[in-house]
């Protein structure tokens, strides 16, 4: 069983393109509702809450965590995987990922194992833009993960600090597109010299509105949408640890979990999913 977390339901379009692309796995989705938004809490809250509920979803049998926040990827993996899980339970026998690695990769050309610049992409000069939500631009993760190993590619951040917000609550067509625009002309005006080569969404909320970006961004920009990305990265990752993919069923489950209100959620869901099964209570 392979678990994936999000603070909220952004996790979703990750978790859609997984199941898509893995018929046959199993999968267990932990919302912690009780606890969102991650964006505002302190660096502590977010190790604390990311680490307990990927301790539930060890619990109820995933061997296999994803972590399908920004979020908690860039303030809480790192930790996890080097403080608790080697002197937890699940030492050497379970894993945690998170969504950055495969987006780094995919932006950079780059294996996450390669940490220092390799040729070509050492001389690689390019403009990646990173679009997100406060907490993950002030975490600074992309721009040192990309850094390291294309040090000479200029990374700019735009944080689109109302627009998750505004996805889930459904707003108008119109408002949303206002937001994408003012984000995107913001970035653009931070790199009127040399326009983004690439464009990193770094949030999973934005998928859903990724055609607004592709409308008011260059041409040749290339849009990096995570569910795409990670479930490429995933596909690797799997071909090399297929017991994480189950006994060979022809259709795996699918269970949706949340620690808030199931109904409420499920309504909210169908904004990134318009027929996912209902959540259950955590």
Known sequence: MIGVFDSGLGGLTVLRALVERFKAADFVYLADHAHVPYGDRPSEDIVEYTRACSED?????????????????????????????????????????????????????TPWAV??????????????????????????????????RCPKVTVVQQICSELAGAIELKRPEQELDAL??????ALLGQTRQVPPHRAILGCTHFPLVEHMFRKYLPPFTRILSQPEVVADSFEDYLARHPSYLGNGKERGTLTLLTTGDPAEVSELARVFWPDVPPFAKA
């Open 180 to 185: 994408v625009r003012a984000g995107v002309d």
């Open 57 to 109: 979803l060890f619990e109820r049998g995933a061997k296999l965590v994803l972590l399908g926040c920004n979020t908690a990827t860039a303030v809480a993996l790192r930790r996890l995987q080097q403080e608790w899980l080697p002197t937890s339970p699940w030492a050497g026998s379970h894993n945690i990922l998170g969504i950055v690695a495969p987006t780094v990769e995919a932006a950079t050309q």
């Open 115 to 148: 940490t220092a610049p390799q040729y070509p992409q050492k001389y690689n000069t390019d403009t990646i833009a990173v679009f997100g939500t406060t907490r993950t631009v002030t975490a600074g993760v992309y721009p040192d993960e990309i850094g390291k």
